[in-house]
């Protein structure tokens, strides 16, 4: 590997980017400074990783990552923001060191950029019609803090990016957003989302029961409560899952041959907020909402923790998920039982007040990674944690890396690609702006 001491690096890579910056475009001086970072800063020289990984890190500027597959690579998307401007950006990993292959997905000034709702790019099989890539990010619909829509986009390999539309049909100035999505297995995408729109108009009641959009505003006064909404792309109309959910903890959308799955952060009207969950089985209409399990968790305001869902090629769903009932902080873990519509008793990960910011995976052998960030007694780091669920129930455990448990280190995400796990984080810097995105595999 290049070894060059890390303050002379970054002394190169910014004279570098000086002189280039009126000749080269963004795209192509972004992707020489993601190279530079590549050949000097490659394997984390200054992060204390604890597993033994290859690492990578990003150049300043560099934060909420996330990683997508294809049918060729795993690739590794993140948002640089400089200014006023916003880009979301991806490239495969690792990067090739004779060349650049860094795209622009999405770009804006109007962006609401958020440590726990941000955007995201996925691989869709179109079927028949080829592949393209999709993306999202959250765009500014009003002057207010929460005011904003999902705006989305496609492109295809080579081919020109698509200008971004608004994904929902109302035209309310409230919160769309902390967007999921899933590959379904006839070709295209299913997507979930928390949606706004009854939560600023006056007398409504917020969607008392499941309906399908009808026209950009259905006759829905406000003053209600966060919904959840689903589509897929094909769909000219969404369809409200749960009249009543959490404001602002993610969501989780997973598909296999026989199911589509939604979870989420339920709402009761006694401020129980449990995970919930929707099915739609293959042919048939979505199910009515059921919890995962009754933490009988009751909290006044959003912990902003959302769950997290993965499936295998055989049909196998799990899940993993952050609770605090009696102010007792776990991490929860459980596997479906589709003949049953059931979930397992879950299996407590963790006590020991960990944070949250779950993620998992689900390899093709039943086997689960899980990652939370977790905390110790008299240390004022979190650590990124990995845990190994098998099929047995067997449980193993490790520290994949300390990180700040600032919400500028976001919510750290996990991919499984040939034989090998890959984790993305931001990395949170000592001034504001100083923070970067760190890939590693192994």
């Known amino acids: 590997m290049y070894r060059i001491n890390p303050k002379n690096s970054i002394k190169i890579l910014f004279i570098l980017i000086y002189f280039s910056s009126n000749i080269i ?20 020289q200054d992060t204390p990783t604890m597993a033994e990984a290859e690492c990578f890190q990003l150049p300043k500027g560099t934060h909420l990552p996330r990683l997508f597959l294809t049918p060729e690579n795993i690739q590794l998307s993140y948002v640089l923001s400089e200014q006023e401007q916003h880009n979301l950006l991806a ?39 080829g592949h393209v890539f999709f993306s999202h990010a959250l765009e500014y619909s009003a002057g207010g803090t929460y005011d904003y829509d999902i705006k989305y986009s ?12 608004k994904l929902h049909q109302d035209t309310v100035s409230a919160e769309h957003g902390f967007l999921s999505s899933a590959q379904l297995p ?48 094909t769909d000219s109309v969404s369809v409200e ?21 939604v979870a989420y952060r339920d709402r009761s009207e006694h401020e129980i907020r449990d995970i919930g969950y929707v099915i739609k089985p293959t042919g048939r209409e979505w199910s009515t909402p059921k919890l995962v399990h009754a933490d009988n968790w009751e909290i ?33 873990f459980s596997r479906y039982d589709a003949a049953l519509d059931a979930w397992q008793p879950p299996t407590l990960l963790d006590d020991n007040a960990p944070l ?27 650590f990124l944690t990995l845990w190994a669920i098998a099929p047995s129930g067997e449980v193993e455990r ?30 949170v810097g000592e001034e504001k702006g100083q923070h970067h995105v760190e890939v590693c595999w192994r």
């Open 25 to 44: 475009p963004f795209h192509l001086k972004y992707a020489l400074s993601v190279l530079l970072s590549f050949l000097f800063f490659n394997c984390g």
């Open 300 to 332: 006044s305001g959003c912990p902003v923790n959302g769950p997290a869902l993965a499936a295998n090629g055989a049909g196998n769903i799990a899940i993993v998920w952050y609770t605090a009932p009696a102010d007792r902080a776990q991490i929860l």
């Open 186 to 233: 006839e070709g295209g995408l299913q997507v979930s989302w928390l949606d706004g729109r009854y939560t600023k108009q006056a007398g409504a009641d917020a969607g008392a029961k499941k309906v399908a959009e009808q026209s950009d505003d259905h006759g829905h006064g406000g003053g209600g409560a966060m919904t959840l909404r689903t589509k897929a792309l």
């Open 398 to 427: 490790e520290d994949l890396v300390s990180t700040s448990p600032a919400r500028s280190s976001g919510f750290p995400k996990i991919a499984l690609f040939e034989d090998k796990l890959y984790w993305a984080r931001t990395v």
């Open 154 to 165: 496609f492109r295809d390999d080579n081919g020109p990016l698509f200008i971004p539309r």
């Open 241 to 261: 899952l749960d009249h009543r959910v959490c404001d602002c903890c993610n969501t989780a959308t997973v598909a296999t041959d026989d199911l589509v799955m």
């Open 91 to 129: 490239f495969p990993i690792p990067p090739s060191e004779n060349s650049t292959q860094t795209t622009v997905f999405q770009s804006g000034k109007e962006w609401f950029v958020n440590w726990a709702d941000f955007p995201s790019i996925k691989y869709v099989d179109e079927g028949l019609h």
């Open 356 to 382: 949250g910011r779950v993620d998992l995976q689900l390899a093709e052998d039943g086997t689960a990674y899980a990652t939370a960030l977790t905390t110790r007694e008299n240390i004022d780091d979190a």
